[in-house]
Each structure stands twice: as C-alpha cells, then as structure tokens.
C-alpha cells in the first residue's frame, strides 16, 4: 500500500481462490523475491522517489500491512560490492536460495548437481574442509573467466563491423523470455550465467531506439587494436561532432572486477557537463590516470587496480545512430 491508499497484491503463480477486495492490481511471481524500480529524472525526484519509498508498507493477504525496513546505501562506510563471486561465500548463497525459494520444474536438473555438493533442500550445508577447497578453487576459476568474458569483449555484440564497440547480449529474444533464457528448443544455462555475471536488469526500452524518451547503451573494454583497456595507462576517446540524440549522451567507467563504477574520484561525463570542445565540434575524452594539460575536465579517471569497461549512453537516440551515418571512435592509447 502507500500513503495515499492504494493497494497492489502481490500472489503466488497460482493464485489462491480469496483475493483481497482493496486491490486495484495483482502480480504474480514465482518467487519470494521481488523487487521494484523507479526511474527518476534530477535529483530531487530521487528524493521524492525516497520519500514515497519510506511510505510503502507490506503485508501477508488478510493481514494488516506493516512499514518496510529499507536500507539506504548512501550512508554505508565504504564501498558497496557488486560482485557475488569475488566478495561472498557464493554456495551459502545459493544454499539460502535452495533452502528459501520454490523449487521450479526447469531449475530441478541444476538442483540435482547441487545435491552431490551437499545442497539440498531441509538439509544443512555443512561441507569438510577437502570439499570448501574445491568450491573455493572454483568460485575463483568462475570469477576469472567471468571478468575476461567482459574484459575482453566478448560480452557484446558488434555494432558497427570496424568498430569494437557493442551492445550487451540481451537480445529481444532473451526479453521475450523474460530474461529466462528459456526457448522454445532449450535453456541456454551457459549464456544465463555469463550474462547475469555482469548484467541482472534488462530494460525493453534499450532496444527501442526509433525516437526519443528511449535509451540506447554501447559498450567497450577494448582500445582500437583490440587489447583491453589497461587501468595504468592513457587513452584518447574521440567522440564524433553531432552525438545522435535528442536528450544527451554520457560516457562511464566500469569495474570488470565489481561490475559498478571504478574507484576513482571521476568514472563519469556527460553532454551536460562543461567539457573541453574541439573547434571541429568534436570531443577528445581522456580514460586513464591522469590527462593532458588543458583537458582535466575531460578525464575519466581510470583505477590501475581494476579492469574497467566503457559505457556509452544516449538518451533519446535518432535514426542517425542506427542508421550508420554517425560511428563512435575507439579508444587510443596515448601513452
């Protein structure tokens, strides 16, 4: 409910026969896991978005609802890791999972191997020290050949053939599916887990990029020769004159290792910030360290310790993205 009495029902995939007569809308879900999100245009509507936030209460059908504990991550002492894999004990995890969540008809085959770890449903989890090694060793392995997945390049598919930039494989079909990755023909497991590995939320509207109100997102991890960005070194991102977009663009830098911003004291720019403009209308964007004299407020200031990746995002894009009369240039390393 809100604060200003409204309701939504919240039911399991077979609803039960009672339903609550306040409710103005159902959802149904297979799991006890759900979460909601809000898109929010300046800061203030963040804060009103907050706000609203405080006020929702959740309650069991037929019972009276109760206020939410929300964390606000704003005022948590360091910083917030996003990756499972290399921060948390990733098979407790999914134990909590096994243990907490409905068992689904397509995710019996993968609990059955679960099983021969000791994972099961009404048991405890409890594995020897000889087991914990190998569990360690392959968490570690997965992480490895997760971050080089994205490191690489491999991650995306191509947008423009002489370009290495490129968009995330969440394709229309993997929408269609609900982000399931479940097909008519089978399950593709192997491009769930990678594509979850660094991507957990997909919006329909990326791929609708026919006018503005959309937006279109382009990725690379690569400079112009193919080799991965190097956190230690320089490169100059040139961004071409007439940046096809009816809102405006930004460019940020991602952690290959968290998969949020780099650690650094600046990850991201945007048309709307007081950049350093060439007499030609282009842009040169510096990703690295440092950058030359002149050009500080053109920095995306790179971590040595991490891995990074760029994201290129248009707000509104036009025709003449998709079209292929505008082309985003690679980066170069300069140094």
Request: negative net charge; contains cysteine; aromatic residues 12%.
């Given at each position: 409910?809100?604060?200003?009495?409204?309701?939504?029902?919240?039911?399991?995939?077979?609803?039960?026969?009672?339903?609550?007569?306040?409710?103005?809308?159902?959802?149904?879900?297979?799991?006890?896991?759900?979460?909601?999100?809000?898109?929010?245009?300046?800061?203030?509507?963040?804060?009103?978005?907050?706000?609203?936030?405080?006020?929702?209460?959740?309650?069991?059908?037929?019972?009276?609802?109760?206020?939410?504990?929300?964390?606000?991550?704003?005022?948590?002492?360091?910083?917030?890791?996003?990756?499972?894999?290399?921060?948390?004990?990733?098979?407790?995890?999914?134990?909590?999972?096994?243990?907490?969540?409905?068992?689904?008809?397509?995710?019996?085959?993968?609990?059955?191997?679960?099983?021969?770890?000791?994972?099961?449903?009404?048991?405890?989890?409890?594995?020897?020290?000889?087991?914990?090694?190998?569990?360690?060793?392959?968490?570690?392995?997965?992480?490895?050949?997760?971050?080089?997945?994205?490191?690489?390049?491999?991650?995306?598919v191509p947008f423009w053939e002489e370009r290495n930039w490129g968009?995330?494989?969440?394709?229309?079909?993997?929408?269609?599916?609900?982000?399931?990755?479940?097909?008519?023909?089978?399950?593709?497991?192997?491009?769930?887990?990678?594509?979850?590995?660094?991507?957990?939320?997909?919006?329909?509207?990326?791929?609708?990029?026919?006018?503005?109100?959309?937006?279109?997102?382009?990725?690379?991890?690569?400079?112009?020769?193919?080799?991965?960005?190097?956190?230690?070194?320089?490169?100059?991102?040139?961004?071409?004159?007439?940046?096809?977009?009816?809102?405006?663009?930004?460019?940020?830098?991602?952690?290959?290792?968290?998969?949020?911003?780099?650690?650094?004291?600046?990850?991201?720019?945007?048309?709307?910030?007081?950049?350093?403009?060439?007499?030609?209308?282009?842009?040169?964007?510096?990703?690295?360290?440092?950058?030359?004299?002149?050009?500080?407020?053109?920095?995306?200031?790179?971590?040595p310790e991490e891995g990074s990746f760029l994201c290129f995002r248009?707000?509104?894009?036009?025709?003449?993205?998709?079209?292929?009369?505008?082309?985003?240039?690679?980066?170069?390393?300069?140094?």
């Amino acid at each position: 409910g809100s604060p200003t009495g409204r309701f939504r029902s919240l039911l399991p995939k077979r609803p039960p026969t009672t339903k609550s007569r306040r409710s103005s809308a159902s959802f149904e879900s297979e799991s006890y896991a759900c979460w909601c999100a809000g898109i929010h245009d300046d800061k203030q509507s963040w804060i009103d978005g907050a706000d609203y936030a405080r006020g929702i209460k959740l309650g069991a059908l037929g019972k009276d609802p109760v206020s939410v504990e929300l964390v606000d991550v704003t005022k948590i002492d360091g910083t917030l890791e996003g990756n499972i894999l290399a921060h948390h004990d990733v098979f407790n995890l999914i134990n909590t999972y096994v243990q907490e969540e409905p068992a689904l008809p397509e995710n019996l085959a993968f609990r059955g191997m679960l099983k021969e770890l000791g994972i099961e449903k009404g048991n405890e989890f409890s594995p020897g020290k000889e087991m914990q090694a190998i569990l360690d060793e392959a968490k570690a392995d997965a992480f490895t050949y997760m971050e080089d997945y994205l490191g690489s390049g491999k991650a995306y598919v191509p947008f423009w053939e002489e370009r290495n930039w490129g968009a995330f494989r969440i394709t229309p079909e993997v929408m269609e599916s609900s982000a399931t990755w479940n097909f008519e023909s089978h399950r593709d497991y192997y491009a769930r887990t990678l594509d979850f590995g660094y991507w957990a939320v997909a919006i329909p509207a990326v791929f609708d990029n026919s006018g503005g109100g959309s937006t279109f997102y382009l990725f690379s991890s690569t400079d112009e020769s193919g080799s991965k960005l190097d956190g230690a070194k320089t490169y100059r991102l040139k961004v071409p004159a007439d940046v096809p977009v009816e809102d405006f663009w930004s460019v940020l830098l991602y952690s290959t290792k968290t998969r949020t911003f780099v650690d650094s004291s600046q990850f991201g720019l945007s048309s709307k910030d007081e950049l350093v403009v060439n007499d030609d209308g282009t842009i040169d964007l510096y990703v690295g360290p440092n950058a030359p004299k002149g050009f500080e407020a053109n920095l995306l200031e790179t971590n040595p310790e991490e891995g990074s990746f760029l994201c290129f995002r248009f707000y509104g894009p036009t025709k003449t993205l998709t079209g292929g009369q505008w082309k985003l240039n690679d980066p170069v390393l300069v140094e």
